[in-house]
């Protein structure tokens, strides 16, 4: 059964680049026809997509963060990352990996998460 | 990106029935797309409640249902419990090949 589970600095600095890593568990990352999610929540605000890498290579991101935003999946490691540029106090969050199923007629199905890792953006 | 639109937060007694609803646009909703649902409790990661708008994931009960309408969707749930405290989230797909979430809703029981 497949977990997920995100690691990376709780602290970045304004300006800094916010690198994120999500490792998979109880499967190969490239064995499935899956797409990895990134989803990130500010304290006491909702849920915000961020991003997915599809099992194609192919990305597709959130408009207001697109030209700030990588995505990347690594099968050696079993490890998908996310990497955001030039952060401000605004990206202080909840970030949370998750994974849908890209076969099957609706979008973005997010049935798995990992347990989330925040992440503050302070000098 | 639009946000879907949600109420900020509704209450209902225990064995009550309550509806959460999910408004969005001719974009989203409205062009088709379906509506997934997602219970979540204080610090912890958001649960799938329900997806293509009204299935139910294993071990899910069936008092959760969720419909749509037009560019609209809702979260019914009936014989409300306590452990049904929590926040919920409606989210969608849109044009510009986003998911996009509602603004949340949080339920008192």
């Known amino acids: 059964q497949l977990q997920l589970q995100e690691s990376g600095p709780g602290l970045v600095k304004p300006s800094e680049t916010l690198s994120l890593t999500c490792t998979v568990s109880?499967?190969?990352?490239?064995?499935?026809?899956?797409?990895w999610d990134w989803v990130r929540q500010p304290p006491g605000k909702g849920l915000e997509w961020i991003g997915s890498?599809?099992?194609?290579?192919?990305?597709y991101s959130n408009p207001s963060l697109k030209s700030r935003l990588t995505i990347s999946m690594d099968s050696s490691k079993n490890t998908f990352s996310l990497n955001l540029s030039s952060v401000t106090a605004a990206d202080t969050a909840l970030y949370f990996c998750?994974?849908?199923?890209?076969?099957?007629?609706?979008?973005?199905?997010?049935?798995?998460w990992g347990q989330g890792t925040l992440v503050t953006v302070s000098s | 990106q639009s946000v879907l639109t949600q109420p900020p937060s509704v209450s209902g007694a225990p064995g009550q029935r309550v509806t959460i609803s999910c408004s969005g646009t001719?974009?989203?909703?409205?062009?088709?797309?379906?509506v997934h649902w997602y219970q979540q409790f204080p610090g912890t990661a958001p649960k799938l409640l329900i997806f293509g708008t009204y299935k139910r994931p294993s071990g899910v009960p069936n008092r959760f249902s969720g419909s749509k309408s037009g560019a609209s969707a809702s979260l019914v749930i009936t014989g409300l419990q306590a452990e049904d405290e929590a926040d919920y989230y409606c989210?969608?797909?849109?044009?510009?090949?986003?998911?996009?979430f509602g603004g949340g809703t949080k339920l008192t029981v």
């Open positions: 998750a994974k849908h199923d890209t076969r099957g007629s609706s979008y973005v199905v997010l049935d798995l």
């Open positions: 001719s974009s989203d909703i409205g062009a088709g797309y379906d």
């Open positions: 109880g499967g190969s990352i490239s064995n499935y026809p899956y797409a």
């Open positions: 989210q969608s797909y849109d044009n510009d090949l986003s998911a996009l």
């Open positions: 890498f599809y099992y194609t290579g192919t990305t």
